[in-house]
């Protein structure tokens, strides 16, 4: 069981690259309406070309979708996307964009973004690493489980690159390896502070 403790997980990041995308939409797009807690999203993406990613979210999810502005508030049940060439953020329950240098060569990346869930909220951040070449996102997960935080990585099996959670896999005892469903289905769950029985084919031994 992960979350035996009762505690209400309030900040979900999740992190994604080559396939990101259409995992998180399978996720997002089975939350219910009255999700109570903030999510973050950094997924590697193309710092010169336009994109439609909030349209895109939008379309899928039953939450608000945005870009947040430097210093902007977190809010609860709202799904924040990092803009293209930012680094996202969190401090002192605002959001922080920054140019900054480059981390495993992409701004935005996944790192800093896990990394700041786990300093600002604690064993409140619950971490999700989905479909994406590399090892970006490790460091976060790492550190998001070293707050008391929850760690989950997508099956490596259902991920179209399964580097990045492969990766998370072996570099961090992460508490879930789960499929696409199963991730949407507990998150919820976990929000609500209620503890998750997970099959002995989804725990990470």
């Known amino acids: 069981m992960i979350n035996d403790a009762g505690i209400v997980r309030d900040l979900f990041v999740f992190g994604g690259s080559a396939g990101g995308l259409e995992a998180l939409l399978e996720v997002l797009s089975r939350l219910p309406r009255e999700f109570p807690a903030t999510i973050g999203v950094a997924l590697h993406r193309s710092a010169s070309l336009e994109s439609q990613l909030v349209e895109i979210v939008g379309r899928h999810v039953p939450l608000p979708v945005s870009e947040p502005s430097d210093g902007e508030s977190l809010k609860p049940g709202h799904i924040y996307l990092a803009p ?4 996202m953020t969190v ?11 480059k981390v495993h060569r992409m701004r935005p990346a996944v790192d800093p973004l896990l990394t700041s869930a786990a ?18 996102g490790v460091e976060g997960l790492i550190a998001i489980t070293g707050k008391g935080g929850l760690s989950i990585a997508q ?50 031994c």
């Open 84 to 87: 293209r060439d930012f680094h």
């Open 91 to 101: 401090e002192d329950e605002r959001w922080r964009l920054d140019r900054g240098p």
């Open 119 to 136: 300093t600002a909220r604690g064993e409140r951040a619950v971490g999700v690493l989905l479909s994406g070449g590399g090892v970006d």
């Open 155 to 204: 099956a490596p099996e259902q991920a179209r690159q399964p580097s990045m959670p492969v990766s998370a896999i072996r570099a961090d005892d992460v508490d879930a390896v789960l499929r696409l469903q199963e991730i949407a289905a507990i998150l919820p769950l976990l929000a609500a502070g209620r503890g998750v029985e997970l099959s002995r084919s989804a725990e990470v």
